[in-house]
């Protein structure tokens, strides 16, 4: 079946700048998780969602990171006034439940000039 | 707080020798021990969990709560298995979000 889908696959944007990043879990799964692969930071978690439980909000680097999961299904992760060390790729993850395999999509990957 | 560890950031063997991925975690209660591995021009995935005790692709990782390891091994080494390797934690007091180790690349060379 199809796997988690994130779009745009690439973004450029300039400095200051609002962007939002989508992502489509695999259909059934309750539990969906952002993380940021970046050069310096290595593979750090952001935020997850678990049903209709409050998200677990203790990765996002600054209150310019926000994420929404509408339905309980698609993501969007958004960030505000971007700065250069923004730039990175950002994973999204999905799961049947936090005890099961995380599931990845190919990645956003977000450049800040 | 928990913390994984690879210490090599570069491991490079020849096709047909062995293998071994190291892995090192900071954790106190009872972790969840993983391995991921991103391919070439493909997303992460799953690889192995210590619960499951699977051997995949032939590769075996053993938890060993004393020295609070979690390396990657295998046997003889295959061209194919060059990849990015990323050791990885989670436990029951932090949800199942995964804590990542800064990952080792793996070269096969023929």
């Known amino acids: 079946g199809a796997g988690v889908s994130q779009s745009p696959s690439n973004k450029v944007t300039e400095k200051g700048k609002d962007v939002e990043l989508r992502c489509d879990p695999i259909?059934?799964?309750?539990?969906l998780y952002w993380y940021r692969q970046s050069l310096g930071q290595g593979l750090e978690f952001l935020i997850y969602?678990?049903?209709?439980?409050?998200?677990?909000k203790s990765g996002l680097p600054s209150d310019r990171f926000s994420a929404e999961r509408t339905g309980g299904s698609v993501s969007t992760l958004t960030i505000q006034r971007t700065q250069q060390e923004d730039s990175a790729v950002y994973l999204c993850?999905?799961?049947?439940?936090?005890?099961?395999?995380?599931?990845f999509g190919p990645g956003t990957r977000l450049t800040v000039t | 707080a928990q913390r994984v560890t690879q210490p090599e950031k570069l491991l490079s063997v020849f096709k047909g020798a062995p293998v071994e991925l190291k892995c090192n975690y900071s954790y106190s209660g009872s972790p969840e021990l993983f391995w991921y591995v991103q391919y070439s021009r493909q997303r992460l995935q799953l690889l192995l969990r210590h619960i499951s005790r699977e051997s995949i692709k032939g590769f075996t990782a053993d938890l060993n709560k004393g020295e609070t390891s979690f390396h990657l091994k295998k046997p003889f080494a295959q061209e194919e298995d060059s990849a990015m390797y990323y050791c990885a934690l989670s436990g029951e007091e932090y949800g199942n979000k995964l804590v990542f180790g800064a990952g080792t690349i793996l070269r096969v060379k023929s």
């Open positions: 993850a999905s799961s049947q439940g936090w005890v099961y395999e995380q599931y």
């Open positions: 969602f678990q049903g209709n439980s409050a998200p677990d």
């Open positions: 259909s059934g799964h309750t539990a």
